[in-house]
């Protein structure tokens, strides 16, 4: 037997087949867009109900208040306490959570196959009439404002929150946190909720995706039979513009005396999901912070040891989110650290990868995808960013053939459009008497240092 060789990587293998399971869609007459994924391997079912109540359609003076709705709605309905629907849905065997963000409020279920009649009956109960009994809607203020509180103590969670205030400008929704601010959420009565669920909670611009081992004539008829009369638009839709605070490079350091370690938030305003650039700015990203292998990880953690671990992300939303580079060093390599993060923005900005790079970009992209697809819920959860983002229908059917296709030029030229080091916005959350000198020497832009009571 001949010994490994362990001085050359293995080869590439090739490429297993992989079809995304079919959708079929189904306008329905009430205007709610219906798809179905038929997948008979397991008799479950996986269901996600989105509707376009969303944080971002609101203002300041009342942020916060679709997540907390959402995060009320398991309280109780009309027709049953919150105890009594959580006795309804184990009786059966089901699972049922609502959550809510910048792009609106989904509702997830997921049951055995021969109970789906009963379990979306269930659903259509706690969307069509949802109660917000006082004690509820009490319990998900106070828990809301426990996490806003929690996430002033987090560094982590501070840095993220500061590096968003600075990348967009004042009035930007996505400039402030998608759970609120504690002024805001502290006013939610009742009658709020129940006045942004009536507005805001209908099948308009929405739609209910049902995978599993389901007939879609059937999902159809069960569908019709609970949501038949359920109408409408939202009242209350997103309309604003993304605009960034500053194209000025700037410095912010939120001022944590004692702190041993700085976390680091680099960026500025991104892309939005249907951005024509999105394969070839995808694969990009890999190669610059979205794998263990990338520039940004081979740099900071294997040359040079500053950290654990570094990513970089574009957060794509129907409007631009933000793009960042995120890591947390210790005080002694903070500076160090921003400037080998500046260092390798600027190379992939000016220069783009190289062909070897973008090779392997590809094969993880397109390697990785059906693994994440393993689940009927992960399938459900796929299927659904069709109807969140209006992406074509065939969108994952082609997924690893285009995202296959990005040429190195193509890449490149994504880099060059959407990662501009000259405004990125450098924020740190750190000691800045530990800090603050050293980060300032480097010449990057007017040092601002706040502390996080001012």
Known sequence: MSAFDRSRPPSRGTFADFDFPTIERRRLSTGLDLRVAQLTR??????????????????????????????AVEGGTKKRSGSELAEALESIGARMSASAGWEGTSLSLSCLADR???????????????????????????????????????????????????????????????????EAVSRLEPGDLRGFADANYRPGRGGLVVAGDVDPGEV??????????????????????????????RIHIMHRPGSVQSEIRVGHVGAARTDPDYYALS??????????????????REKHGFTYGVRSRFTLRSSPGPYQVSTAVGNEVTAPAIREIMHELTRMSTEGPVSDEVVAARDYAAGIFGLQLETVGQIATRASQLVVYGLPDDHFDQYRGRVRAVTVDEAAEAA????????AQIVLVGDADAVAAEVEALGLGSVEVVSPDA
Do not use: C, K
Request: zero cysteines.
């Open 42 to 71: 397991l008799p479950v079912v996986s269901v996600n109900l989105f509707m376009r109540a969303a944080e971002s359609a609101l203002t300041d003076g009342n942020a916060g208040l679709a997540v907390v709705t959402a995060n």
């Open 116 to 182: 789906l009649p009963e379990a979306l009956g269930i659903l259509a109960e706690a969307v069509l009439a949802p109660g917000f009994p006082r004690a509820e809607v009490e319990r998900a203020r106070e828990q809301q404002l426990a996490a806003l509180r929690q996430r002033d103590m987090d560094p982590a969670a501070l840095a993220s929150d500061t590096a968003n205030e600075q990348y967009f400008a004042p009035g930007v929704p996505y400039a402030r946190r998608v759970d609120g601010t504690e």
């Open 220 to 249: 159809e008829a069960m569908v019709m039979e609970h949501f038949g009369g359920w109408t409408g638009d939202p009242a209350t839709l997103a309309d604003f513009e993304v605009t960034p605070r500053t194209r000025e490079r």
């Open 283 to 300: 694969i990009a990203n890999m190669v610059l912070g979205g794998m263990f292998t990338s520039r940004l990880n081979l740099n900071l």
């Open 416 to 423: 060059a459009r959407h990662i501009r080091p000259h405004e």
